[in-house]
Each structure stands twice: as structure tokens, then as C-alpha cells.
């Protein structure tokens, strides 16, 4: 089965950081752009970050610009989300997403989420 | 940034309506939009896609149109599945994607 499994995720204070990982299985992950969408509670969806398949190029939303840092490693199927400076308002599920791309280019394929909760 | 404009925010309804929720852009997104249904508790899943293509394994009561800025999801039979949140989203000005707000489908 197609998979995308997020961790990491916990309680921090703000200003602090964590690092998101996503474990991809049972697809050639290295043929897709990836991203991460975030949802606080009780709240909509959020595009938060994208990754190119080869890494080359990477896009914030203007809320996370010079925060967060998306990379992958193709080599371990993995992406990641290293998240800094942490505020209030980031507190959310973040989920990892597979873009279609070259096909839909919509995302089709979602993990569970990993909670980041940011309180003092 | 494009944003995305659901109508109704909140609807209900009973089993075997006709559902039609409503997103609008606030410029056009040719037929760069999704949509996506989600369940409490649940990640997003993809209805909908360009407009108006169905996802592989989404029932045929789901459907998608409309181009430009606006654009329309209809349930031609509301099943006991469908309850759930249901968003819109635009690809068209990649990567500044955008959402819509959601429309929540209760029972009636």
C-alpha cells in the first residue's frame, strides 16, 4: 500500500524548534514533488511548504518564510520539515503530501499527520 | 495570493439529496482546481481534480465544474459516507497554493 508516515511532532515552547519527518513506502519516491499542508485545530487547510524530487527547488508560504526549512533524502525515501522559531499560531497537524506530478498535479496521496502544539 | 471563497460554509442535508457546494476565486484559476473530502479525525482524500475529473476509486455520484472562477461539487445522492468537511483548492498559481475554507455536509 502507498504510504506516507509523519513523526516528530510534540509540545514545544515558542521560539523553539522541532524537526518533521515523512517516511514514504511503496512508491518510487525520488518521481515526486512533495509537500507539507498544515490544519489547526478546529481550522481549514494550509499549504505550508514544497520540495522539488530532486531537491532542487523548494517554496515556503509567506507565514513560514525563513523559519522552515523542507528537504528531502531520496535515498532513505524521507522528507523533512525543520521548523524554527516556533509561534503560538503554529500550533497544527502537519501533514506530509505526495503531489501527482505530471499527472493530476493534485495531492493524492496523504499521511496521518503529526501534531505540533507550541505553549508556554 | 488567489483565495478561495466556499459556499455554504456549513449545509445540512439528508440521505439521497443533491448536494452542491460552491468555490469561487478571487482571480482566475483556469481549471487548476481540486477538491477534497475530510472525514474528523481523518486526512484530506482526493475527489476531484482540473475541474472536473474524478479520482480513481471515488463513486460516480461525486462531480466537478466549472472553470475561471467558479467553480461547483455536486453529490447527486447523499450517501451515509458523505458527511465530512470538503475543500477547494487551487494549483493555479503554483506553489502559492491555496484552500478554500471548507464546507461542512451534516446530517439532517
Known amino acids: 500500500e502507498v504510504q506516507l508516515v509523519e513523526s516528530g511532532g510534540g509540545v514545544v515552547q515558542p521560539g523553539g524548534s522541532l524537526r518533521l519527518s515523512c517516511a514514504a513506502s511503496?512508491?518510487?519516491?525520488?518521481?515526486?514533488?512533495m509537500h507539507w499542508v498544515r490544519q489547526a485545530p478546529g481550522k481549514g487547510l494550509e499549504w505550508v511548504s514544497a520540495?522539488?524530487?530532486?531537491?532542487?527547488?523548494?517554496y515556503y508560504a509567506d507565514s513560514v518564510k525563513g523559519r522552515f526549512t523542507i528537504s528531502r533524502d531520496n535515498s532513505k525515501n524521507s522528507l523533512y520539515l525543520q521548523i524554527k522559531s516556533l509561534r503560538t499560531e503554529d500550533t497544527a497537524l502537519y501533514y506530509c503530501?505526495?503531489?501527482?506530478?505530471?499527472?493530476?498535479?493534485?495531492?493524492?496521496?496523504w499521511g496521518q499527520g503529526t501534531m505540533v502544539t507550541v505553549s508556554s | 495570493d488567489i483565495q478561495l471563497t466556499q459556499s455554504p460554509s456549513f449545509l445540512s442535508a439528508s440521505v439521497g439529496d443533491r448536494v452542491t457546494i460552491t468555490c469561487r476565486a478571487s482571480?482566475?484559476?483556469?481549471?487548476?482546481l481540486a477538491w477534497y473530502q475530510q472525514k474528523p479525525g481523518k486526512a484530506p482524500k482526493l475527489l476531484i481534480y482540473?475541474?472536473?475529473s474524478l479520482q480513481s476509486g471515488v463513486p460516480s455520484r461525486f462531480s466537478g465544474s466549472g472553470s475561471g472562477t467558479e467553480f461547483t461539487l455536486t453529490i447527486s445522492s447523499l450517501q451515509p459516507e458523505d458527511f465530512a468537511t470538503y475543500y477547494c483548492?487551487?494549483?493555479?498559481?503554483?506553489?502559492?497554493?491555496?484552500f478554500g475554507g471548507g464546507t461542512k455536509v451534516e446530517i439532517k
Open positions: 511503496t512508491f518510487i519516491f525520488d518521481d515526486y514533488t
Open positions: 483548492q487551487q494549483l493555479n498559481s503554483y506553489p502559492q497554493i491555496t
Open positions: 520540495i522539488t524530487w530532486d531537491g532542487g527547488s523548494t
Open positions: 482540473t475541474a472536473s
Open positions: 482571480q482566475g484559476v483556469s481549471s487548476y
Open positions: 503530501t505526495r503531489e501527482d506530478t505530471g499527472g493530476s498535479d493534485a495531492f493524492d496521496i
